[in-house]
């Protein structure tokens, strides 16, 4: 790997890390899980793989698709819109049971993968931001690079992107269960609960404002 790809490429993760690092509704329900040493390696594939995918796709032109079909962007974030209200409101009522029933929530009723797996795709796959910043943004500062660094530079900056998204949700998943024994306390779950349940909503609310703001007058 010569001076400019190297370059290229650790601009294309340091964009992913900029892009996916600050909390949000994927995020969170990785670090939940996590908490939880529930499927974790489950959810980290799953994550790790839609980042892959979406980024793989904004660098072959989904960029340019969606120019053309206007209705897709609104349509998945209406999608998203609800998506992040349910969870959300969920989240709200488990912070707000009594303590008691917060630990058994936690500790036991053990989820099956296959429901994991299908909560970790909606989150993934549901988020419209993940299709903007890591479809749209990714994909066009990759094709950005083909001009500066010639041929084939875009997919070495996708490369770093991918590279990125993957060891920031193996990592937070490891980080999430070096805390583990700090969230043996059901009051420690329950405020984690109550800050996811903001986040959701406040992100759902956003989106709303802005598809709202968005229509036609």
Do not use: Y
């Amino acid at each position: 790997m010569n001076t400019s790809t190297e370059a290229t490429f650790l601009l294309g993760m340091a964009t992913s890390w900029g892009l996916i690092v600050a909390i949000g509704a994927q995020n969170a329900f990785v670090l939940r899980q996590g908490l939880r040493r529930e499927w974790v390696g489950s959810v980290v594939l799953v994550c790790a793989l839609t980042d892959i995918a979406l980024i793989a796709l904004g660098v072959a032109g989904l960029g340019w698709v969606s120019g053309g079909m206007p209705w897709l962007i609104p349509a998945l974030t209406g999608v998203g819109v609800v998506f992040l209200a349910v969870h959300g409101w969920q989240a709200a009522r488990r912070a707000w049971r009594p303590v008691d029933a917060q630990m058994i929530d936690t500790a036991a009723a053990p989820v099956s993968r296959r429901r994991i797996v299908l909560q970790a795709a909606a989150f993934s796959w549901l988020n419209p931001h993940a299709w903007l910043d890591t479809t749209v943004l990714i994909g066009s500062l990759a094709h950005a690079q083909v001009q500066a660094q010639g041929p084939g530079a875009n997919w070495v900056f996708a490369t770093g992107a991918m590279s990125a998204s993957a060891l920031w949700f193996t990592t937070l998943a490891w980080a999430a269960g070096k805390l583990a024994p700090w969230f043996q306390r059901p009051q420690a779950w329950r405020a984690l609960d109550a800050g996811i349940a903001v986040m959701l909503l406040a992100l759902a609310a956003g989106l709303a404002r802005m598809a709202w703001t968005s229509l036609p007058a």
